[in-house]
């Protein structure tokens, strides 16, 4: 915490520090009550000015009273007792200001990994320009490791494209000539030649900017916990005030009551009780971005979760090895992996890592990018890939006997990996993604806490989704959704329920989690860009996380709750005497501040 960031506060205790010993131990009166004149209006001033501009913008504040004491000791000239209560705003305000502090902002962050140049063929020529300079009909050629520039269609090649940027899915999809492809997904495998369908500022990766700049811009913003009980504080330190003058008929009366009231409670204890919360979330590996986040979370009425990288791991594992035609599955699983050491490929190395022992070196191998590979050993040439491949390079009759082990597993929607011995297949790979452990458990304490709804939305079919929200415990599902369909799914829900908490992990994720209250991004291996955008960020990969922010939240709001009101009942007491007359402005400040101690204290226990 940088102390040349918060002037005024600093200002004001040095200025406090110095009449105190002017005052005392050198017995310089005078020069005392001037250093905290001059303390009390060069501090007092821009407190009172930007609490006089909410006025106008119509924002009632925990604020008002604070102003309202400052001004009045100024003109009653009760300056060591006014300049207290600006030490106590500015430092709230510090305090809480430091909570809030972002270091960058999520749109700063997808501009910066948005596609900067293209690749545009002439003739047999290339050359690099700014994506802003393609226009439609351009061929442009992408290579293995380039972000598509722009939407556009396949010309030339078979592409294996990593989409999970924009679908949340963790397989890269196998592209070919004719289909479309967008901007922002990744070519994994191979060259190809594309042609640009639309500009680079009408293409999907824009359209995700900005619907975050949209989502953000039209984000209310939320009330702070002390100004909700300022509401009735405000007007009932007014009604003490009043009653205090027509009780002794001395102007100073005002001013005890007001600085006795002067909400340093509602102004220290909710941010320090936000603060202690921020920095125990930290200490669990979950980053809260600011005070806001912190007390909504804890209030989360509706969760939402994305599925491929939150409710499950978002990368491929192998579910099932069913072996055929005499093949037993250790052997099958053991050639094929032999085979597959040398792809890259992801669902290849799902298969390596299933695989135990030392593998074989394969002969011969070659690989089809986005198709599949083959590789002899022992004098056996072993293909692998998706039936399509198989059915091209061997011919239809190495499925025969297969028919109904395919047929039963693409019923279920699952991705099959086929492996053919010579001109015959001899095994299927199940291929899947899998729920994370925990997920119903988590589901379940989130209930205990308080969260009435549960949603899962998903940009994958409707069939695998409603398998994996079954085994989360999550009824309502919606699938097949593009990013502007995830937001507008939140959107309704906010209508319903609030505050709504989102979880996501890819950049798909990003408009929906700036749109929902409160964000929560799986940063350990999620995309930066929905980290960004988040609210909260989870900087291990456990999602059971998400119940301990929740729970945490839970906690802080109750202790700073609690500490509001010990304050606010002690202020009301001492109102009460200070309207009788027996309470000097300057004793109704070191009064105060005892208060403040004790909720301090207390705010304290949320570490």
């Not at 939320?222 to 405000?234: C, E, G, K, P, V």
């Not at 047929?407 to 086929?418: A, I």
């Amino acid at each position: 915490m940088k102390l040349s960031n918060y002037p005024i506060p600093l200002l004001v205790l040095c200025g406090i520090c110095l009449g105190l010993v002017f005052y005392f131990p050198l017995h310089r009166h005078e020069l005392g009550d001037w250093i905290w004149r001059i303390t009390l209006i060069a501090g007092g001033a821009p407190i009172v000015w930007q609490t006089f501009k909410g006025i106008l913008q119509g924002h009632f504040a925990s604020d008002i009273v604070a102003m309202l004491a400052i001004i009045t000791a100024i003109l009653m000239d009760q300056v060591f007792a006014g300049a207290v209560v600006v030490l106590m705003q500015s430092g709230g305000e510090a305090l809480e200001n430091y909570g809030l502090r972002r270091a960058s902002t999520s749109l700063e962050a997808l501009l910066a990994r948005a596609p900067q140049f293209a690749l545009r063929k002439t003739g047999n020529t290339l050359t690099k320009i700014d994506v802003k300079q393609v226009q439609i009909g351009d061929i442009l050629v992408v290579r293995p490791g380039d972000l598509i520039p722009v939407d556009g269609t396949i010309q030339n090649g078979t592409a294996e494209i990593d989409e999970s940027a924009l679908t949340g899915e963790p397989l890269a999809q196998t592209r070919l000539p004719g289909d479309k492809i967008f901007s922002g997904t990744i070519d994994t495998n191979g060259a190809f030649e594309m042609r640009a369908d639309k500009l680079s500022q009408e293409s999907q990766y824009q359209k995700i900017v900005d619907l975050v700049q949209k989502a953000q811009s039209e984000k209310a913003p939320i009330q702070r916990l002390a100004d909700r009980y300022a509401i009735f504080f405000t007007p009932l330190t007014l009604v003490m005030s009043a009653i205090g003058y027509l009780i002794t008929h001395n102007p100073t009366t005002i001013l005890a009551v007001l600085v006795v009231a002067t909400p340093c409670p509602l102004i220290l204890a909710t941010p320090l009780a936000i603060l202690c919360g921020i920095n125990k979330s930290a200490r669990s590996g979950i980053i809260v971005k600011g005070g806001a986040p912190m007390e909504q979370v804890g209030n989360t009425k509706a969760a939402i979760f994305d599925k491929t990288g939150t409710i499950t791991f978002g990368s491929p594992f192998v579910e099932e090895i069913i072996p055929l035609n005499h093949e037993t599955a250790d052997n099958l699983l053991h050639k094929t992996a032999s085979i597959e050491q040398l792809s890259s490929h992801s669902i290849a190395k799902a298969i390596v890592d299933k695989a135990h022992g030392q593998l074989t070196v394969p002969t011969q191998f070659k690989e089809i990018p986005g198709c599949g590979v083959q590789g002899v050993i022992d004098q056996d040439v072993y293909t692998i890939g998706s039936q399509a491949f198989l059915e091209h390079t061997l011919g239809p009759s190495c499925f025969q006997n297969c028919s109904e082990e395919i047929s039963r597993f693409y019923h279920q929607e699952k991705l099959l990996t086929f492996i053919a011995k010579n001109k015959l297949c001899v095994g299927i790979f199940v291929v899947s993604d899998r729920i994370r452990p925990g997920i119903p458990t988590l589901i379940e304490k989130m209930r205990k806490l308080g969260v009435a709804e549960f949603v899962m939305l998903t940009g994958d079919s409707e069939k695998n989704a409603t398998l994996i929200a079954k085994q989360a415990g999550i009824t309502n599902v919606k699938a097949n959704l593009l990013p502007e369909q995830k937001v507008q799914a939140v959107q309704s829900l906010r209508q319903q329920f609030q505050p709504i908490t989102m979880v996501g992990d890819g950049i798909n994720d990003a408009p929906a989690l700036a749109t929902a209250t409160v964000g929560i991004a799986m940063g350990a291996h999620g995309s930066a860009i929905s980290a960004e955008a988040a609210n909260i960020v989870l900087l291990v990969d456990d999602i059971s996380k998400v119940g301990d922010v929740i729970a945490i939240g839970k906690h802080t709001l109750h202790i700073a709750k609690q500490s509001i009101w010990i304050g606010i009942g002690l202020s009301f007491a001492l109102m009460v005497i200070a309207a009788f007359g027996t309470i000097p402005p300057a004793a109704g400040a070191l009064l105060q501040e005892v208060i403040d101690v004790a909720v301090i204290l207390n705010a304290l226990r949320v570490r």
